[in-house]
């Protein structure tokens, strides 16, 4: 099972624990439609043709243009549609739609997406969201971006923060992951490409003193993005200490962060943040941004640095791993401020959204 994006996971696992409730029959769209919830990572029959479209933009828009064709002659006319992934597909009719709105980066931040996904969203966002009958967010940092840029009432935004399953992020005993990592180090996870700052993160890296260096490496997780050949050449330059493991299975990634001496989340730009909510409930000392919702997740188990200071965001790291008692201190707040996330309550407020907006 590899590790799913942020908004692969939370589709995921709503759609999991609302199966669970058997409270709606529910249908799947993959391109067709299912009545059985597929875990995204299994589907590798899609992998191979995945790979190879994601290298061509061409290919990219034949992709986006089926699910639209087949969802035209292929649907059956639903009671409530819920779109977890920004734009409500053309031809798939319901009597209500939901849609699930992360973050405005398409808008704020194009820099940090490739040109026909841009291209995508200001083509068709603004056009299909007008179609929501509500809008979910997760932050209120969120909620008051989408409030300032579309015409919605606020009533008909609703904040649901996304949940963490407490079965798979915790803290374990057994801590053998199956390959080699450093008896001691920093960790990151995200997709390597541009809005996740690790060239930030890698140069603050690189500026600490020699001695911190060669007591605690720097492992990165995640899968390579697009826009990451300046990454990609600064982990080349420093094999010796910085250690890149590609994507890693979830329960690998909990263990991982178990071990972690420090996790660092120095990202631009998040609606949310899951990666500093599973390190948390993993027990790790959390170093993150202090920008868009993230303040929101960690609260005060975490030190906070500006994304865009690269001295800061050092200090910060040299400041945590320097304090033991710190440490400590980070581990128990970050433990009891996890425990206040969880997927069932999550899909619990989600029901609730979609049976007021059916009896409305």
């Known amino acids: 099972m590899s590790t799913l994006t942020g908004i692969g996971r939370y589709t995921y696992e709503i759609a999991k624990q609302i199966e669970k409730t058997k409270e709606f029959k529910c249908n799947y769209f993959y391109g067709y439609y299912s009545k059985k919830l597929l875990h995204p990572s299994t589907r590798e029959d899609m992998k191979f043709f995945k790979n190879i479209i994601v290298k061509s933009p061409f290919l990219k828009r034949i992709a986006r243009k089926v699910p639209i064709l087949s969802s035209k002659l292929f649907a059956p006319n639903f009671d409530i549609y819920w779109q977890p992934n920004f734009i409500p597909t053309d031809g798939l009719e319901a009597q209500k739609i939901v849609t699930s709105v992360h973050d405005f980066s398409f808008i704020l931040h194009k820099k940090f997406h490739p040109k026909e996904r841009i291209e995508y969203f200001e083509k068709k966002f603004f056009k299909n969201i007008v179609k929501s009958d509500v809008i979910i967010t997760g932050s209120k940092f969120s909620k008051q971006e989408i409030l300032e840029r579309l015409n919605f009432d606020e009533s008909k935004v609703k904040v649901i923060y996304h949940g963490i399953d407490h079965e798979l992020f915790k803290v374990y005993n057994n801590l053998n992951v199956g390959f080699k990592l450093p008896n001691k180090f920093i960790f990151s996870v995200g997709s390597i490409e541009p809005r996740k700052n690790l060239i930030g993160l890698l140069k603050a890296y690189n500026s600490l ?152």
């Open 209 to 360: 003193d020699s001695k911190i260096k060669n007591e605690y490496k720097l492992v990165l997780a995640g899968f390579k993005g697009w826009e990451n050949s300046e990454i990609m050449q600064l982990i080349d330059n420093d094999k010796e200490n910085i250690h890149y493991i590609g994507f890693i299975s979830d329960v690998e990634l909990s263990k991982v962060y178990n071990l972690a001496s420090c996790f660092v989340f120095p990202s631009f730009y998040e609606g949310f943040g899951l990666p500093v909510l599973e390190a948390m409930a993993c027990g790790a000392p959390v170093v993150c941004s202090d920008s868009s919702s993230l303040p929101e997740v960690g609260d005060n188990a975490v030190v906070y640095c500006n994304p865009y200071d690269i001295n800061d965001i050092k200090e910060k790291i040299k400041l945590v791993l320097s304090d033991a008692i710190l440490q400590q201190e980070m581990r128990a707040k970050g433990l009891q401020r996890a425990k206040k996330f969880s997927w069932e309550q999550s899909a619990k407020e989600h029901i609730k959204v979609f049976r007021e907006v059916l009896n409305h």
